[in-house]
């Protein structure tokens, strides 16, 4: 099977005039072939006549301007009309007539401005012919109507053809805007999770430093772990932004190591903190296993931050159908270790999980705080 689209394409790259032109072509070499001659239109019922010089004239104005109906539909519509008439009065009746109907729809479809004005003029232009075409010919005034509607229904559907090319236009740029403030949005999301959750345990753990300079040997360790956080941040936020290039694929996956290696970062700020896991997670998951790592890691921030020292446990089940996530803290430590937060990262992570078909909560627990996801992988079985 031969595969056009290399040759459709390369036309479609060409010039809109130079597309054009072959249907100019068409009713100029139609014109000339003797079966079409004086079989063309017929307005006013002038006795047709034997094609002549200006016959050859008037037909090329009526074909050749075709090349020019999308670039310059006025300057189009305007030579097709004037052949069009001395074609009529002269009674050639050419093949060539019918280009007036398509003038029209270009008109209709491509003229960016004083469409109303152009069209009151050409109606206006379309009386003396009229009146003439009566005096010289023998049909009936109400034939002179009824070409009159022809016309306006041709450059009514022109006018349709553009209106529906002007609401696709306006459905695809719509399309692209909710794409990019979507896309802009799941940046926004993944970049909060990220830069949030290191730069909390950076921040603790720079808290705790100031109280450690009469130890040397753990001011030295949490320094390490400090520099060692900032490294982590810069690693993710390179995966991210790889992750982000649209050369890389559709997918963003959690960062290398999982949820033992972001358990782990949590114990290092000073967060003692229980992992369990149970099952096997799905081959198959699509975005559940990252919404499930941003949980666990969005309750370990808010953890750092308002309960820094107070047992923290990560319980996660896998089977094939959900990811069930719970993050519980007990609320014993020190509140005050680090900056409030604004709400935003539980708001998103609810969103998240919504979208997927799951349900979340957050919620105090006595003293405690704990946040629970029931995320569904898509797999049915």
Not at 130 to 147: D, I, K, M, N, Q
């Amino acid at each position: 099977m031969i595969d056009h689209r290399p040759a459709l394409a390369r036309w479609r790259r060409l010039d809109v005039v130079v597309r054009d032109l072959p249907l100019g072509l068409a009713f100029l070499a139609a014109s000339f072939v003797p079966a079409f001659q004086s079989h063309g239109t017929e307005l006013g019922g002038v006795p047709a006549r034997p094609f002549d010089a200006l016959a050859v004239v008037v037909v090329l104005l009526e074909s050749l301007p075709l090349a020019v109906r999308r670039r310059w539909p006025a300057l189009c519509l305007t030579l097709v009309s004037l052949g069009f008439a001395v074609d009529q009065l002269r009674g050639y009746h050419s093949v060539a007539g019918a280009a007036l109907a398509v003038a029209l729809m270009s008109a209709g479809a491509h003229l960016e401005r004083r469409r109303r004005v152009t069209a009151l003029l050409f109606s206006v232009a379309y009386v003396p012919l009229a009146v003439v075409l009566f005096r010289l010919g023998s049909e009936p005034p109400a034939e002179f109507v009824t070409f009159f509607l022809l016309l306006v229904f041709a450059a009514g559907t022109g006018s349709w053809l553009r209106a529906t090319r002007a609401a696709e236009a306006g459905r695809r740029r719509r399309v692209a805007e909710d794409t990019r403030a979507t896309e802009r949005i799941r940046i926004a999301r993944e970049l909060h999770d990220v830069v949030t959750h290191h730069v909390t345990a950076m921040v603790v753990q720079a808290e705790a430093a100031r109280y450690l300079t009469a130890a040397p040997d753990r001011l030295d360790q949490t320094l390490t772990a400090i520099t060692g956080t900032g490294r982590r941040a810069i690693a993710d936020l390179r995966h991210l932004l790889d992750l982000l290039n649209p050369d890389h694929g559709p997918g963003i996956t959690p960062p290398p190591g999982g949820l033992r290696t972001l358990v782990e970062h949590a114990r290092e700020a000073g967060q003692p903190v229980e992992f369990a896991e149970e099952g096997t997670a799905a081959e198959s998951a699509g975005s559940a296993d990252l919404v499930a790592y941003r949980v666990v890691q969005e309750a370990l921030t808010n953890a750092l931050k308002h309960a820094h020292g107070s047992r923290t446990s990560v319980r996660v089940r896998h089977d094939e159908r959900e990811i069930e996530v719970e993050v519980g803290t007990d609320g014993s430590g020190s509140r005050d270790a680090s900056p409030g937060g604004s709400g935003r990262g539980l708001a998103g992570l609810r969103e998240r999980v919504r979208v997927l078909g799951g349900d979340f909560s957050a919620e105090q627990a006595g003293a405690g705080f704990v946040v629970r996801a029931r995320i569904p992988t898509g797999n049915r079985s």
